[in-house]
């Protein structure tokens, strides 16, 4: 069964902050996604990767599937980045789903 | 697209009763999962459908059952609900494997069993 570990668990910033979050997992995977939940509690996927970087307006994601380690990037943060920024990756094992990190909850002051 | 609508929105059950949870997607998608999310932890997987007529278990199944007759709507049925059942319950649906697809998730069902 794969292990998701995210840090921080909880990040507060000023706005305009370069902010990092990170997951690492323990066993090999074919994609990772990176999720946000807004309070409220709606689930919107931002990315989902498998090598290398993709990048999305201000955010950018990268994944070392050697090193089994996961980075989510918020360039020129903005108080409505403020949310809780979720990893999660293929269950496999034969099945199908996500198993998910517990989520890293940003405050973006203004 | 509606994309994926769950109902109710929120449910207080008592102990014992029993109470489908409603799930439907509109993006012809073959894929449909339902997770539950616990305060401070992951959300989980509880059941996974890869079509109509083939249901699987997931990470936590146990007193739950789900039934695909359509692709569309993939319902999670609690017989004799207990407090450990409390929790927020989502929906999610993808075009195939999560291994290759994004997942789509439904606004979630806040349930509360006392």
């Known amino acids: 069964k794969n292990e998701v570990e995210q840090s921080p668990q909880n990040l507060t910033a000023q706005e305009g902050e370069f902010i990092t979050i990170n997951c690492s997992y323990s066993v090999g995977i074919s994609a990772l996604h990176w999720l946000q939940q807004h309070p409220g509690g709606g689930i919107v996927s931002l990315f989902m990767l498998s090598s290398g970087k993709k990048k999305h307006g201000r955010l950018i994601a990268t994944i070392n599937i050697q090193e089994k380690h996961s980075s989510l990037h918020i360039t020129a943060s903005h108080p409505r980045d403020s949310a809780v920024y979720i990893c999660a990756v293929t269950s496999g094992g034969g099945a199908d789903g996500l198993t998910f990190g517990k989520g890293t909850h940003l405050i973006i002051q203004p | 697209n509606a994309g994926v609508t769950q109902t109710p929105k929120f449910r207080i059950l008592k102990i014992g009763q029993s109470m489908t949870l409603q799930c439907a997607q509109d993006m012809n998608h073959n894929y449909m999962y339902w997770y539950r999310q616990d305060p401070g932890m992951g959300l989980k997987l509880i059941y996974y459908s890869v079509g109509a007529g083939i249901t699987d278990k997931g990470e936590v199944p146990n007193g739950y059952n789900v039934s695909r007759s359509t692709t569309e709507d993939f319902p999670l049925r609690l017989e004799l609900a207990a407090p450990s059942q409390t929790s927020v319950y989502f929906c999610?649906?993808?075009?195939?494997?999560?291994?290759?697809?994004?997942?789509?998730f439904g606004p979630g069902t806040r349930l509360t069993v006392t």
């Open positions: 999610a649906s993808n075009k195939g494997p999560t291994g290759a697809y994004e997942q789509y």
